[in-house]
């Protein structure tokens, strides 16, 4: 993995002694500058119905760089996640005030197709939801609704895809057996590689190892490290050693607003906010 050593300026003011954390000050979250985002979000405040989630959100995403969100429980981490595929508009009452560009393209626009943005930007769940089909045909569903319809085709994309999720070997004997008799995480593996058959730009995680052991998390995450090549990789999750592990920018959410934005090593031992150090400490959660 590329060094986690700044790249680019922060915009606030840095820690008023070495190696502590600046005092909260309320305003702008400390960020760096992103010489070329996949995606910005920009002003970005979320409702569900009476109540909101987000508070005028802006970030932009590096590309094919993983970037983990932190954050406590509730902060929003999950609701901005599913804001950058539209998954909310799934959701009754949820309204998005702002604006999320993708390659400079308004993703919330009158004329966006839903159904490929979401095969540009795919997603990987917290609980592992295989389809109850085949292991080949949970891999070939999203390319037979792109119109994928010739064999050699279907099982070229298979085996790909299913060798760049390091499940290929496990399954290759079976690919016509349920995928509901295999394990917790070749379910979550068989999962990243239904998403990324159909070819997506950034892949986005919801929590995908809170549900794993340590022996099937190590090797999600040693994927998501493969997988950093050729996507980029927005991954919420509440386990900072995790985030510290595999991700090169972290933004850590609290209450629904962006505290701080930085590479991970930076944000984990010089952040510019009080409630990160208290957060990454461990003294409130």
Known sequence: MASLEPTADVKTPKPAGAGQAAPASGGEAPCVSIADPVVRVRGVSVYYQSRQALHDITLDFPRKQVTAVIGPSGCGKSTLLRCLNRMNDLIDGVRLVGEILLDGEDIYGPDVDVIELRRRVGMVFQRAAPFPKSIYENVAYGLRICGIRRRSILDECVEQSLRRAGLWEEVKDRLGRSALELSGGQHQRLCIAR???????????????????????????????????????????????????????????????????GPTRQLFTRPQRQETDDYITGRFG
Not at 195 to 209: F, T
Not at 217 to 243: C, F
């Open 195 to 261: 998403a990324i058959a159909v070819n997506p730009e950034i892949i986005l995680m919801d929590e995908p190892c809170s549900e794993l052991d340590p022996r099937s998390t190590a090797r999600i995450e040693d994927l998501i490290a493969e997988l950093r090549r050729q996507y980029t990789i927005i991954i919420v999750t509440h386990n900072m050693q995790q985030a510290a592990r595999v991700s090169d920018y972290t933004a850590f959410l609290y209450e629904g607003e962006l505290i701080e934005f």
